[in-house]
């Protein structure tokens, strides 16, 4: 929904509000840096030792490792509902809340007028008409 500048509110957060600049990650799990510590002697001969580092998380000490993977800054939308995001006394209960990485429309769609027409108006293939009985 557009809300002209006037009236956005600018204290709480809403589903719906779009934000900039966000970090999505590029998963690809076969391309990425694990965080380790090797083993070294001093026999220049022997190829060193990697040994991952556990990464604690929230008191599990099995969580998993560090890796380190690509990043896309990119624009992202709030999805939660408006009533998990209401501060209560002050304080942000939930611990997280649902953003989706938003992406542009690809050019197929934009350069097809019927194509593009049917994303505006938002329909929905999979939705099957009522059967009268």
């Given at each position: 929904?557009?809300?002209?500048?006037?009236?956005?509110?600018?204290?709480n957060l809403r589903q719906g509000d779009i934000f900039?600049?966000?970090?999505?990650?590029?998963?690809?799990?076969?391309?990425?840096?694990?965080?380790?510590?090797t083993t070294t002697t001093e026999d220049a001969s022997v190829v060193p030792?990697?040994?991952?580092?556990?990464k604690e998380h929230r008191g599990d000490p099995n969580w998993g490792f560090t890796a380190q993977i690509g990043m896309r800054?990119?624009?992202?939308?709030?999805?939660?509902?408006?009533?998990e995001l209401e501060l209560r006394n002050g304080r942000f209960l939930p611990p997280a809340f649902i953003i989706?990485?938003?992406?542009?429309?690809?050019?197929?769609?934009?350069?097809n007028p019927e194509k593009f027409q049917s994303l505006r108006l938002n329909k929905d293939r999979t939705c099957l008409p009522r059967l009268s009985i």
């Open positions: 929904m557009y809300v002209a500048d006037e009236n956005i509110d600018r204290v900039q600049g966000i970090p999505f990650p590029l998963l690809q799990l076969t391309d990425f840096t694990v965080l380790s510590r030792k990697a040994e991952i580092l556990p800054l990119c624009f992202a939308v709030v999805l939660s509902n408006c009533c989706g990485r938003i992406r542009e429309v690809p050019p197929a769609i934009r350069q």
